[in-house]
């Protein structure tokens, strides 16, 4: 086989690659959650706790003592969550990186068509001034990531 055609398709399938990720709407990525205002830390320092009155309950986890319903309070961390302060750590860090723990899954989202387990969740009260209401599973990979992204506030489910 002569280089030319090799190398006229490997230029035709860059040219390709650089289009559709051109057309691609960021939209549709399912890891990025709708970005929120970054909190304010000084160098080096995390971002502080919000405040935070969570209802966080779960079942069919299949961690030890990771299924049942807990009370998480942040700014300070308390509650009856068995990890309250690495909760609160992670959403501050969330906050922080201007992401938005409880947003679902983009409309539209190509998801792989994955299961990662039974376990359910809702978490319920206020972050950051605003209400929550949200559900999260692991039927599916974009619902994996959003559980994983939320871990330690979720167990670590099906691992």
């Not at 549709?28 to 909190?39: E, G, K, N, T, Y």
């Not at 299924?67 to 700014?75: A, F, M, R, S, V």
């Not at 959403?91 to 068509?113: I, N, R, S």
């Amino acid at each position: 086989m002569s280089r030319r055609p090799v190398l006229a398709a490997a230029v035709s399938l860059a040219a390709a690659a650089a289009v559709l990720g051109v057309l691609a709407p960021p939209a549709l990525s399912h890891d990025a959650p709708v970005p929120l205002p970054p909190l304010e830390a000084g160098a080096g320092q995390a971002a502080p706790h919000e405040p935070a009155e969570l209802t966080v309950g779960v079942a069919h986890s299949g961690v030890a003592g990771g299924d049942g319903t807990y009370k998480l309070t942040c700014g300070p961390a308390g509650g009856t969550h068995p990890r309250a302060r690495a909760a609160c750590d992670r959403l501050a860090e969330l906050a922080g990186a201007g992401q938005d723990p409880f947003a679902p899954v983009a409309a539209g989202a190509m998801c792989t068509m994955q299961h990662g387990g039974d376990a359910t969740a809702r978490i319920t009260g206020t972050w950051r001034g605003h209400r929550v209401d949200a559900t999260f599973s692991r039927k599916n990979g974009c619902e994996i990531a959003r559980w994983r992204t939320l871990e330690p506030v979720l167990p670590n489910a099906g691992r």
